[in-house]
Structures are given as C-alpha cells and as structure tokens.
Nanobody, 123 residues
Framework: QVQLVESGGGFMQAGGSLRLSCAAG???????????MGWYRQAPGKQRELVAE???????NYADSVKGRFTISRDNAKNTMYLQMNSLKPEDTAVYYC??????????????WGQGTQVTVSS
C-alpha cells in the first residue's frame, strides 16, 4: 500500500504564509510511481473542494479562490508535493488533503488520500 502524509499546517495570521508538504511512501519491497497529484480542502459545513492540481509533467490548475496566492509544485525524485500558500485569508481555514494517483507495477492505477493537515488563519 501507499501512504500519503501531509505536514506543514498550523496557525497563521491573515496575510502570512505556510508551506504544506505531502510525502508518499510504501512498505519495503513495494514499488510505485505517482501520476497526477492535487491538494483539496474542506472547511466546517462545506464540501471538500479542489485547491490545486499538478500533472506528472508539471502542468497546473488552480481554484479561482487561490489563484495568484497559492503555488503547487512537486519533486518527482522525492515523491513529494508542495503547496506554497501566501497572503492567507481567514476563509482559507480548512483541513487540507493530499491526493495522488498512483501506478503499481501491474499497471493498475489507484487514488490515495492523506489524512489531512489543519490550516487555521486568524484575522
């Protein structure tokens, strides 16, 4: 199995910055490759929404609400994805989840989710 672990969340004043990381790993003896990845978030009382996504080749898409403020990136050699969040607003407060499309040696594709990391932005 593949596990995704998010980190970098926390508390921040409005206007500040945070950098989230998502690291993918597997048990010894397992091999995998990651295709597309993305960041999602879910605030209390709201549906989970796409924040940003990135292809293996590095093409990106962003939600309108974060364009110009957030930057998604990845390091394929480290199987790690990042979300640089600048000019944070209180409405960015949510649990942020990492998603990855993973290919195993048999050629089968699976979708994995991390457990989430809390981001809280205060005014």
């Amino acid at each position: 199995q593949v596990q995704l672990v998010e980190s970098g969340g926390g508390f921040m004043q409005a206007g500040g910055s945070l950098r989230l990381s998502c690291a993918a790993g597997a048990a010894s003896g397992s091999t995998f490759s990651i295709n597309a990845m993305g960041w999602y978030r879910q605030a209390p009382g709201k549906q989970r929404e796409l924040v940003a996504e990135i292809s293996y080749g590095g093409s990106t898409n962003y939600a309108d609400s974060v364009k110009g403020r957030f930057t998604i990136s990845r390091d394929n050699a480290k199987n790690t994805m990042y979300l640089q969040m600048n000019s944070l607003k209180p409405e960015d407060t949510a649990v942020y989840y990492c998603k990855a499309v993973v290919q195993v040696p048999a050629g089968i594709m699976y979708q994995y989710w991390g457990q989430g990391t809390q981001v809280t932005v205060s005014s």
